[in-house]
């Protein structure tokens, strides 16, 4: 099985910096793109940024300027920076990873459980 852990978040107020990590572990080859998603209350998850192996970045209007993603593949962890923070800000972070346990070239998606961002004064 593979195993996403998330950790890092927390209340932070407005103009505040998190960084949240999230470490892959168990049956892994290898891993191509990561990424960071959000959902707040009473919406869907939404994609945050990405990386992919390669450490090419991609990100959503609402965080570019503000929102760092980076990784490190030799402990298969990716981590999000989180700088000015404003109040809509405020969700549930999830990681995703494309990953291929055996070296077959079928990539899955796995998910992290979650960490709760708050943005609050």
């Known amino acids: 099985q593979v195993q996403l852990v998330e950790s890092g978040g927390g209340l932070v107020q407005p103009g505040g910096s998190l960084r949240l990590s999230c470490a892959a572990s168990?049956?892994?080859?290898?891993?191509?793109?990561m990424a960071w998603y959000s959902q707040a209350p009473g919406n869907q998850r939404e994609l945050v940024a990405t990386?992919?192996?390669?450490?090419?970045?991609n990100y959503t209007d609402p965080v570019k300027g503000r929102f760092t993603i980076s990784r490190d593949n030799a402990k298969n962890t990716v981590y999000l920076r989180m700088d000015s923070l404003k109040p809509e800000d405020t969700a549930i972070y999830y990681c995703?990873?494309?990953?291929?346990?055996?070296?077959?070239?079928?990539?899955?998606?796995?998910w992290g459980q979650g960490t709760q961002v708050t943005v609050s004064s």
């Open positions: 168990g049956r892994i080859f290898s891993i191509s793109t």
């Open positions: 990386i992919s192996s390669g450490g090419s970045t």
């Open positions: 995703n990873a494309k990953v291929d346990k055996y070296g077959l070239g079928n990539y899955r998606d796995y």
